[in-house]
């Protein structure tokens, strides 16, 4: 799969009139991961949104918290020019500091296993405390997702595949919220989904 899937006709399919996800909806997710690290009292003063489309996550953050230190990457030369992200593959690319919240939304589905894995990496080494990870699995595709709206032409693992990996450097806290594991967040036993 490469990066020329992800030019204007792909942008204005799944993100013009009916947007997969809105901006509003996006908007009350981003307001309870950046509340949760308030409560945990290890508070969000940098964000990296990978492979950001149209950037749902990051326009929030410039808007709502703009002291917070926002960086946004897509490998998409459309999206990026669109949207004024940065262009970068994930596969291939990790920032020089770690940020501490990195979100990655509906982008792994559509990386081969062997860029997964390496993306997956990136990610790790990206995130100094917390990731929002996010990926069309096979069994989102046959029970939660509008298959009429959604780009089924992807990768598909299962969820099983992607806790496995992250599960050796995050603590699941469910939502789609991981925690870096030797960060200072103290999770209680109920807290964390095992
Ligand atoms: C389904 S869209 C998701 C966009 C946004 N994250 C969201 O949740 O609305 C997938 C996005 O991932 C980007 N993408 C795909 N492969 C990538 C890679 N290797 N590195 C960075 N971005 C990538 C695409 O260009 C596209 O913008």
Redesign the pocket.
Same mark, same amino acid.
């Given at each position: 799969?490469t990066?020329q899937?992800?030019d204007k006709t792909?942008?204005d399919r799944?993100?013009g009139k009916q947007? &997969?996800?809105s901006l509003n909806e #996006?908007a009350h997710l981003a307001t309870a991961v950046h509340e949760l690290a308030n409560w945990w009292n290890s508070p969000i003063r940098s964000v990296l949104? &990978? @492979?950001? @489309?149209? @950037?749902? *996550?990051s326009t929030w953050y410039r808007t709502v918290r703009p002291h917070v230190r926002v960086m946004s990457?897509? #490998?998409?030369e459309?999206?990026c020019a669109t949207y004024g992200h940065e262009q !970068?593959?994930?596969?291939? *690319?990790s920032p020089h500091r770690p940020f501490d919240l990195v979100?990655?939304?509906? #982008? %792994?589905?559509? %990386?081969d296993e062997a !860029?997964a894995v390496r993306?997956l990496r990136n990610l790790t080494k990206a995130t100094r405390t917390y990731l929002y990870f996010?990926a %069309?699995t096979m069994f989102d595709a046959r029970h939660t997702v509008d298959r009429s709206s959604t780009?089924l032409n992807a990768h598909l693992r299962s969820g099983d595949w992607y806790r496995r990996r992250l599960s050796r450097h995050f603590t699941q806290t469910g939502v789609g919220l991981w925690v870096r594991k030797g960060s200072q967040v103290v999770l209680h036993e109920l807290e964390r989904t095992r």
């Open positions: 799969m990066n899937k992800f792909y942008f799944y993100y947007p &997969v996800r #996006v949104e &990978v @492979g950001a @489309g149209p @950037g749902d *996550w990457v897509d #490998v998409s459309h999206a !970068r593959d994930i596969a291939t *690319w979100i990655c939304m509906d #982008v %792994l589905q559509y %990386l !860029r993306a996010d %069309l780009d």
